[in-house]
């Protein structure tokens, strides 16, 4: 397994440099995890769309760059966008939270986690703080503190919350 702190090469496949970033483990993880709350049932968003706050948003909860003129995308070129950019996301949470290195399930879910509310805001959660004092437990609690929207919470984002805990959880101690 690589190194989840050697930077992927200019000319990666974005799948590889999730492997590269993450472990093999925890990128295999991460993907169809992130996929499975960002896609509608029909996949992901190939045109664009505004999501509940009004951002601009498509593929798998892309928002990078999404307008409502950005082109229509394919399920591939969507797939593509999503691992590079986790690919992203992987390496701030290990930047945050270096102790996730190794703990798959519990790198899995924080990059989930921050995927879905920013890198600026996961660096700042009580959820990356609580992982920094070594309180996996704590930590994987803290998720379900992310349930809002707009200052709303969502259902979806609740479930989503349960889901992302559950994995973290996942081998841990009792």
């Known amino acids: 397994m690589a190194s989840p702190d050697r930077a992927p090469r200019a000319g990666t496949s974005p799948l590889t440099a999730l492997a590269i970033t993450m472990g093999v483990a925890a990128a295999a993880l991460t993907t169809p995890f992130v996929a499975r709350w ?3 049932p029909a996949g992901p968003a190939l045109v664009p769309y505004r999501d509940i706050v009004g951002v601009w948003t498509q593929c798998s909860g892309e928002t990078l760059g999404v307008t409502a003129r950005s082109p ?7 797939a593509l966008k999503l691992d590079r950019r986790l ?3 992987a390496q701030a949470v ?3 939270t270096p102790t996730l290195r190794g703990r798959d399930y519990q790198w899995a879910a924080a990059t989930s986690l921050a995927y879905n509310i920013g890198t600026a805001a996961y660096c700042k959660s009580t959820v990356d ?3 920094d004092a070594g309180n996996l437990r704590g930590a994987c609690d803290a998720f379900l503190m992310w349930d809002k929207a707009g200052g709303k919470a969502v259902a979806g984002l609740a479930n989503r919350r349960r889901a992302e805990r559950d994995l973290c959880l996942t081998g841990l101690p009792r």
Do not use: H, I, V
């Not at 229509?72 to 969507?78: D, F, L, Q, Y």
């Open 129 to 131: 703080r609580r992982f």
């Open 72 to 78: 229509k995308e394919t399920p591939e070129g969507c």
């Open 38 to 40: 960002e896609d509608g």
């Open 87 to 89: 690919a992203g996301f």
């Open 94 to 96: 290990a930047t945050c």
